[in-house]
Structure formats: C-alpha cells, structure tokens
C-alpha cells in the first residue's frame, strides 16, 4: 500500500477551496446585484434621446390632428346653424387620427412607453372598432347623434391627453394641463360611453336586416359568424369594463393631484 494522505495538508487544501468558492460566489452576487442596480437604472432612466424625440412628434402630430378635428367641428356646426350631420365634416380626420392611435399598442410592446399592452390595446382597439366597424360599415348611423356625442367626447379627451404626454416628455408640463387631464374625463368618459353605446345600439336594425359581415351555413369554410350577436357581446363587454377603468382614473386622479399639492405645499 502506498504512503497515508497527511490529514493537515488536507484541512489546509479544503479550507483554500472552501475559501475560494465563498470568493467566487461572493463576487458572482456581487456582479448580480451590480447589473441588477444597473437595469434599475436603465429602467428609470426610461427611453434614449432618440425614442424620446420620437415620441414628443409622435405627440405633437396626434395633439395638431385632434384639434383640426375640432376646429372642424366648430365651423361646421358655425355654417349650418346645426350640430346635426357633423360627422361627415370630420370623417376623413378621425378615420385618420383614430386608426393612428394604434401605434400606441406598438410603443407598449417594445418598451417605449411603460403601460400595460393589454390595457392600452383595448382602449385603442375599442375606438378604432367603433370607427370602422361600426361608423364607417353602418352607414346609417353617421347622422346619429349619438356618434356626435362620442367624437366631441373623444377629441376634447386626446388633445388634453396628447398635449399632457407632450409636456411630461418635455419636463414642462403645466398644472393647468395635469389637472385637465385627470379631472375632464370625470364627464367626457361617461358622455364617450354613452355616444358609443347608443351608436352600437343603432346600428343593429341595419345589421341584422343586411347581414353585415355574417357568415352563415352552409358554405364550402363549414363555419358561421354573427356579426349581430359579436355587437351585442361588445356593448355587454362595457358593463364590466367600464367601472374599472373609470374608477382606475378616479384613483389616479387622487394620488397624482394631492401629489401635486402636497409638493406646492413644501416649497
């Protein structure tokens, strides 16, 4: 047999390695929480100057759009003498303005803006709904005045929303602008859920005489679709929806708005 292993240069070898991997997994944490503060950091930050520019045009552009909307409105509601059929003197803007609302969903998908996607894509998803699906197919809602309702609504809400998104990216917002923007939709959301409700409403008759968008058996697919049955679910969807998002708002008002005046307060 050979020559025993001296335990104490053995105690010495294990205490060197015992020794070496705390090092190493001290470091290795230590590295973590270094790239961890570094990615918090970043986060705050929020996007780069370029995403930054991009996103205070992208503002500008969409405040600029909503206001031509109402500029029209008014003079066309000044030259007839009447608010009746004014959707065909902004039609061609909100059909624009409204389906550009989409690339929100897109700046939430890759980081730009930091809302939830979901949330976002139902917002704008419900409106650009209402505008093609049901405004721009049914066309014997455009003389409604429910839809009147929804798009005075609408345009008043994003040029105080775009403008707010367009101050904050700025760092110069004005109160007067925080305080429009998390108190005017206390009126403007019920009156926009009402318009758009009621418009639904009027476009059933049409829908369910014409078949709009419906499939039915049999056909060579072997599939059917009720266009009627998908509207109603919509406007049933609103129930639930509704008072959450509403009193989301409510809440936000709140925290923002003492925020506001607490700091006014300190100085």
């Not at 470091?27 to 996103?55: C, F, H, L, N, V």
């Not at 803006?113 to 209402?130: D, K, N, W």
């Not at 409604?144 to 707010?164: C, H, Q």
């Not at 009193?247 to 006014?264: A, D, G, I, P």
Request: proline share 4%.
């Amino acid at each position: 047999m050979g020559a025993g292993l001296d335990p104490s240069r053995y105690y010495a070898c294990a205490a060197r390695l015992s020794d070496g991997l705390i090092t190493m997994a001290a470091a290795a944490a230590g590295s973590g929480q270094e790239q961890k503060r570094d990615g918090t950091q970043r986060k705050r930050r929020g996007p780069g100057p370029i995403a930054t520019a991009y996103m205070v045009v992208y503002n500008v552009v969409m405040t600029a759009g909503w206001l031509v909307i109402a500029v029209g409105l008014i003079r066309a509601g000044l030259a007839r003498g009447t608010y009746h059929g004014l959707y065909y003197s902004i039609e061609k803007p909100l059909k624009f303005f409204q389906t550009g609302a989409l690339l929100e969903i897109l700046h939430c998908a890759v980081g730009i803006v930091p809302s939830s996607v979901v949330l976002t894509g139902f917002q704008v998803m419900s409106r650009v709904f209402l505008t093609w699906a049901v405004t721009h197919s049914v066309k014997q809602v455009q003389s409604e005045d429910s839809v009147l309702l929804f798009v005075a609504a609408w345009t008043l809400t994003e040029i105080v929303r775009y403008s707010f998104y367009t101050f904050s990216l700025l760092n110069h917002l004005p109160y007067a602008i925080k305080w429009a923007r998390y108190t005017l939709f206390i009126v403007l959301y019920p009156m926009g859920v009402t318009g758009e409700l009621l418009t639904i409403y009027a476009a059933l008759p049409h829908v369910r005489r014409t078949g709009l968008y419906s499939v039915t058996l049999p056909n060579k697919y072997n599939i059917s679709f009720d266009y009627y049955t998908v509207l109603i679910l919509v406007m049933i969807s609103y129930i639930p929806l509704f008072p959450q998002l509403y009193f989301h708002m409510l809440r936000q008002r709140r925290k923002v708005l003492n925020t506001t005046e607490e700091s006014k307060k300190s100085e």
